[in-house]
């Protein structure tokens, strides 16, 4: 029998209410301090290696395999490592398992993306389109309008209770709503570890696309870690309930999301033991 869609304690998007005019810097400002020191000596160690992307590329495979995991796509380093090795970029293969090939995807999107920052393109429509293009060319979501925007209504729900949790922004207001989330990642003055949560969950509610939101919002919060020399967030399974707490929350208590990510960044820490680079414990 079919049960129709509960939307009794669905949250709506909040119209009209970004970019925020204030944050309460009092709650934020430990865990701002301690990540900011953080930072410093970060800043200090890659300027201290000859090669900084010796760290950067097994990074960004991390990333992959862990965000992709999150949405039920299941791959290793050593497979990520072993595809590349055999195919490389423009030589893939459809022999290997899916979830493979979607992975590696998400290594070169962002891979892409970060280039394209360095090159000194602002984060724009095109950028994000492409990106999300990229990334959900093969595979599960490659039926779901890779590059563009939704054109009907989505919503965030428990599909086993049938329950809307969170109902997106109206495509109608899409285009809208991307404007300011662009001129906020571009120019806004709000310091770069709070400006960075804030981004990240104004575009998981804005949820612009079809399908592949979570994996494309986490790959833009880790460009921009990387465009500006901040530890960047892998936000593992075990923080996975933390994460969702977190962009859940946002707007009852902050340091949930806040503190989700740096507790992410001390991740960070295993690969600069891995490379005997020395910090301050």
């Not at 000596?41 to 760290?55: A, C, F, G, T």
């Not at 309930?241 to 991740?267: M, P, S």
Request: aromatic fraction near 12%; charged fraction near 25%; hydrophobic fraction near 35%.
């Amino acid at each position: 029998m079919y049960k129709p869609l509960n939307f009794d304690d669905a949250v709506q998007y909040h119209y009209n209410q970004f970019p925020p005019q204030s944050l309460d810097y009092a709650l934020l400002m430990p865990s701002l301090l301690k990540a900011t020191d953080a930072l410093a000596r970060y800043d200090q160690m890659l300027k201290n290696m000859h090669n900084s992307k010796i760290l950067l590329a097994p990074l960004r495979n991390q990333e992959a395999v862990i965000s992709s995991r999150m949405e039920g796509t299941i791959s290793t380093m050593d497979e990520i490592m072993q595809y590349e090795a055999d195919y490389g970029e423009g030589n893939d293969s459809t022999e290997v398992r899916s979830d493979i090939v979607e992975t590696v995807l998400y290594q070169r999107a962002l891979k892409n993306a970060q280039g394209a920052i360095e090159d000194g393109y602002l984060f724009n429509k095109f950028l994000l389109k492409t990106m999300h293009q990229q990334l959900l060319s093969y595979g599960r979501g490659a039926n779901k309008s890779p590059g563009a925007f939704k054109h009907e209504q989505n919503y965030l729900a428990d599909k086993g209770k049938r329950a809307i949790l969170f109902v997106p922004i109206s495509p109608e207001k899409l285009e809208e709503g991307l404007d300011k989330l662009f001129n906020y990642i571009n120019y806004d003055s709000t310091p770069i570890l709070a400006k960075t949560a804030v981004s990240h969950l104004e575009f998981e509610a804005l949820h612009p696309f079809q399908d592949g939101n979570g994996r494309v919002g986490r790959l833009i919060m880790f460009k921009e870690c990387l465009k500006y020399n901040i530890v960047p967030f892998i936000i593992e399974e075990n923080l996975k309930l933390f994460y969702y707490r977190g962009l859940k929350e946002w707007y009852n208590e902050k340091r949930y999301l806040t503190d989700t990510c740096l507790t992410a960044q001390d991740k960070y820490k295993a690969y600069l033991d891995y490379f005997r680079i020395p910090y301050e414990k």
